[in-house]
């Protein structure tokens, strides 16, 4: 089973969601930023890396949100899924198509990847 670990942001009930670039596995598809936990790294570590890596901010790492098991056919992936309860600086596109603050309506319109999805579902209540 690989271990992921996915930033549940909010900003005015808006999520933070990324678009996979187009030469990635599942390009352009939506999901919550994150990314595999290496060896020896604990999950908050690892988001706090990503964040870091991916779109050039600082995080504050808290609370653990939901857990998402999914299996794409090559293995199952599992998603811890943390509140971030700071982000410090500007959001950069370093490696993503696009980025965006939405509310769960506008995520509806979007083509998320399957194994945020439940994530989406259970945060509903708390975006608009």
């Known amino acids: 089973m690989k271990l992921v670990v996915a930033a549940i942001a909010i900003q005015e009930r808006r999520v933070l969601l990324a678009q996979r670039a187009k030469d990635d596995p599942l390009s352009l598809m939506w999901e919550f930023p994150g990314g595999k936990v290496e060896d020896g790294e604990s999950p908050e570590d690892a988001l706090i890396r990503e964040l870091d890596e991916e779109f050039g901010v600082e995080a504050t790492i808290g609370d653990h949100f939901a857990t998402s098991d999914y299996d794409y056919g090559s293995g199952v992936l599992r998603i811890l ?42 945060l509903r209540p708390r975006i608009g």
């Open 81 to 122: 899924a943390y509140w971030v309860t700071r982000i410090e600086g500007t959001l950069e596109r370093r490696i993503h198509a696009d980025v965006r603050w939405v509310t769960a309506q506008e995520a509806d319109q979007l083509e998320l990847l399957p194994a945020d999805v439940p994530i989406l579902d259970q």
